[in-house]
């Protein structure tokens, strides 16, 4: 970078007060508009974090040593820096503004640590789960698009821990994949399988984001839940899981990833489905109809949202390819 070219004004004198405007203007020949636009934000309100706490330099030390923690413990299987978004809530946060769904749609939620990429493709009705201590289920799922057209030959993951709450990679000795695959929805946007009933489980906190919980008197633990991710060209992609009804922490969860309409009861297969699907009347059942966003449908919600929600903030613009642009509607 040429210096003569640099046009920023001098900063003399730097105070309190004129401190933020400073930084904004130093970082302001940045040539990335979007990434310009979001530090110009994130230093507004950082500055603005410490100026309203009147943060000590003794806290602020902590704080980056603590941060420093987070990055110590990060490797190829342990995310901390996630763990820490997920539990702050920064994760669903982030999520439901990126994926904003309309009402007659399945809801997003955190995506957690444990999704892999090496899940078997498996067939209707196969079992997803070998833990011989599980309770058996039967999954009975259909998947349309909001106007209640099946969606077919969806790429489904799905994936649960075993009956002890330990996902298969929590194993050093594990021999394969278990207790996840991929599927694909038929002609009718239906997709079963077996699996065994979720329990509830704590998130990894044996680092610094467990300690965190610890000093804010929070426990670490999830409600019983299977995750689902769908892809489909022209869908936005659907991050989601389904949560037992009545588990002790539904109210209470570590991430903060239960919405009740991802809130499900299990039930007993009866008849009709003990019948069709080859398992006994008494045979636990889960049954739930997902419905996936067009990618049309979600942009222009996203454009909608974020009027309402800078309007909220009493800032006259809107959020417009990602960057801000009067609001004169
Ligand atoms: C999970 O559900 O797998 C999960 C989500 C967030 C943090 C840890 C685990
Ligand atoms: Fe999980």
Redesign the pocket.
């Known amino acids: 970078m040429d210096p003569s070219q640099v046009k920023i004004p001098p900063m003399k004198d730097l105070t309190v007060d004129n401190i933020t405007e400073n930084v904004i203007r130093m970082n302001s020949l940045c040539e990335d508009e979007r990434m310009k636009y979001v530090l110009e934000r994130l230093i507004l309100h950082l500055h603005d974090f410490a100026r309203e706490t009147r943060l000590s330099s003794k806290e602020w030390m902590t704080g980056l040593q603590f941060l420093t923690e987070v990055g110590k413990i990060c490797s190829d299987v342990r995310q901390e820096f996630i ?1 820490l978004s ?1 539990i702050l809530g920064l994760s669903i946060l982030v999520d439901s503004i990126d994926h904003p769904k309309p009402p007659n749609s399945t809801e997003g939620t ?5 999704h892999t990429h090496e899940a078997q493709e498996m067939s209707p009705g196969d079992p997803i789960s070998h833990d011989p201590k599980g309770q058996p289920l039967l999954v009975v799922c259909t998947l349309k698009d909001t106007q209640g057209r099946p969606i077919e030959n969806a790429k489904i993951d799905i994936w649960e821990t075993d009956s002890t709450g330990h ?1 298969d990679v929590q194993y050093a000795d594990r021999e394969g994949p278990d207790g996840r695959c991929v599927m694909r929805s038929d002609k009718d946007g239906v997709f079963w399988f077996k699996a065994i009933t979720p329990v509830p489980y704590p ?2 906190h044996d680092g610094p984001v467990g300690k965190l919980l610890k000093v804010l008197r929070r426990h670490p633990f ?1 409600p019983s ?1 299977m ?1 689902f991710m769908f892809q489909k060209e022209g869908f936005d992609h659907l991050i989601t ?1 389904l949560y037992l009804r009545n588990d002790p922490y539904e109210t209470s969860d570590a ?1 903060f ?1 239960v919405k009740d309409s991802l809130v499900v009861d299990q039930g007993k297969a009866g008849p009709e489905y003990a019948e069709k699907y080859n398992v006994s009347e008494d045979h636990a059942l889960l049954t739930y109809d997902f419905v996936l966003v067009s990618d049309a449908e979600t942009s222009a919600l996203r454009e909608r949202n974020s009027k309402v929600a800078l309007d909220n903030l009493g800032r006259k613009v809107k959020i417009v390819n990602g960057l801000p642009v009067p609001d004169l509607d």
């Open positions: 763990l997920d955190v995506l957690g640590p444990f996902y998130i990894p999830r839940h995750h899981a991430v990833g």
